[in-house]
C-alpha cells in the first residue's frame, strides 16, 4: 500500500510527519489519512516528485517505479505503461481472474508464466 510505503521511508529518514508536509506542501491532517489508507494518494506526478525529493528517492529507480505504481494501485488507476502496452491490457481479465482465485484454464496458466518469466506476450 502507497500510504505504508511512504510512512516507512519517511521514518527511516527520521523525518516527522508535519516536517515531511511542509517539505512536499500538504495538510498534515489530510495526509495522515493518506498514510493510513483512508484517503488516496496522489495522482499528479508532480506531487509524486516532490514526495521522492522529500525522501531521497532518485527519479527513475527501482524505488521511484515502485512508488508510482502503488499510488497508481492506490488511486485505482491502471499505470500508463500498462495502459499503453496491448498485449499485458489483453492479459489482464486473465491476470485478474487468477488474483481471485477463480479457475483459470492451463493455457492461461501457461501464459502468464510465460509473460511473468519472459515478458513475452
Aim: neutral net charge.
Amino acid at each position: 500500500m502507497f500510504g505504508e510505503f511512504i510512512k516507512e521511508k519517511r521514518l527511516s529518514k527520521g523525518l516527522g510527519l508535519r516536517e515531511f508536509c511542509k517539505m512536499i506542501e500538504v495538510d498534515a491532517s489530510n495526509w495522515s489519512k493518506v498514510e493510513r489508507g483512508v484517503l488516496a494518494p496522489p495522482k499528479d506526478e508532480e506531487k509524486l516528485k516532490k514526495i521522492a525529493l522529500a525522501l531521497d528517492i532518485e527519479f527513475e529507480s527501482v524505488l521511484w517505479r515502485e512508488m508510482k505504481d502503488k499510488a497508481s494501485i492506490g488511486a485505482g488507476i491502471i499505470p500508463q505503461d500498462i495502459l499503453s502496452d496491448t498485449k499485458a491490457l489483453n492479459s489482464l481479465p486473465m491476470f485478474f481472474r487468477t488474483l481471485r482465485s477463480e479457475k483459470p484454464t492451463p493455457e492461461d496458466l501457461e501464459k502468464l508464466i510465460r509473460m511473468i518469466k519472459k515478458g513475452e506476450e
